[in-house]
């Protein structure tokens, strides 16, 4: 296959989608590895929610798993602020719907580090492997302080996290990912575009380009199958949270989701602009900011990095769709 993917995720209910997304394209994509970051669950947590997910999709013994680094670079704030939208254990607390959560999964789970798994298969797919990174990125960080060849051997890195207008979602001014280690992201962001095109999905790109909660209702509710019914009790409560505490939300935002279709079709992000930032790793109020430098008035500035101006809702809500179906 000449698409391969490595997903690296801190598996709450938005990387599920993301994940069954990108199973659901298996016959044409070759998912070479996912590995596993802290962030919006534990370490444990993430590991049994990705497992889960290989099992309803039929591929525990065919994509192999590894657990990486289960607190940020500089924990001065560690991650945990989640568990009110994606419950205790990342998957909206139903550990019990098909696929269940199980200790014979764990049998799975590959003894290699994840930051060495990330070298190791950046040279076993060098030159087509795109890696898909929707958590904290400090996998990545420590993968190319390793090896800082490790960028140019990969054809792509589509990174959630992040925003365009210093819009926050944990802070006033940062969002959840880039919030918890600003060091993995100063650290990213400017080494891997030395050797490869770097895509940013930010925060507000994603909730200006919502699904509508009548689609969202009837996509849920389309079928009685395995994984219509596993979605369906795992955004249950995440659709409950949105409506109760974000009240002027219209719809549904599976934030790790639009960077997982990004990747797989690049006609669902239009635009795609070349910036380049900072990221704050001091302060009291806006550690973890990551500002677009329009002006390119910073000589320090990290990227280049793109930026997508919009999302094409109607092919993202089919990819949805074909995740529950495909």
Partial sequence: MDTCIL?????????VIALMMLLSYQKKIKTVAITCVGGNADMDNVVMNNLRILKLFNCLDDIPLYKGCKEPIVPIHTPGDAKFVHGKDGMCDCPN??????????????SEHAVNAIISLSKE??????????GLLTN??????LDPELPSRLSGLYIMGGTRAVTGNITPTAEFNFYFDPEAVWITMKYFPIGCSVHLIDYEL???????????NGW??????????FAKALLQ????????????????????AYAMAVAIDNNVGITPTKYNAVVELGGFHCR???????????????GPIFIFKSIDVDRYCTMLDHALCG
């Avoid at 990545?140 to 302080?145: C, G, I, N, P, S």
């Avoid at 994603?206 to 969202?216: A, F, G, M, P, R």
């Avoid at 849920?220 to 019914?229: C, G, T």
């Fill in 97 to 110: 719907v098909f696929s269940p959560a199980s200790p014979d999964l764990l049998g799975h789970v590959k």
């Fill in 237 to 256: 409560p995440f659709c409950n949270y949105t409506k109760s505490y974000i009240t002027d939300q219209m719809g549904l935002v599976l934030y790790d």
């Fill in 288 to 302: 973890g900011t990551f500002a677009l430098d329009h002006q390119k008035i910073s000589k320090d500035a990290l």
């Fill in 206 to 216: 994603t909730i200006e380009h919502l699904c509508k909660w009548d689609w969202v």
């Fill in 140 to 145: 990545l960080a420590m993968a190319v302080k």
């Fill in 7 to 15: 997903y690296d995720c801190d598996t709450g209910c938005d990387d």
């Fill in 125 to 134: 797919y060098s030159g087509k492997l795109k890696i898909i990174a929707t």
């Fill in 220 to 229: 849920l509710s389309k079928a009685e199958d395995e994984r219509h019914v």
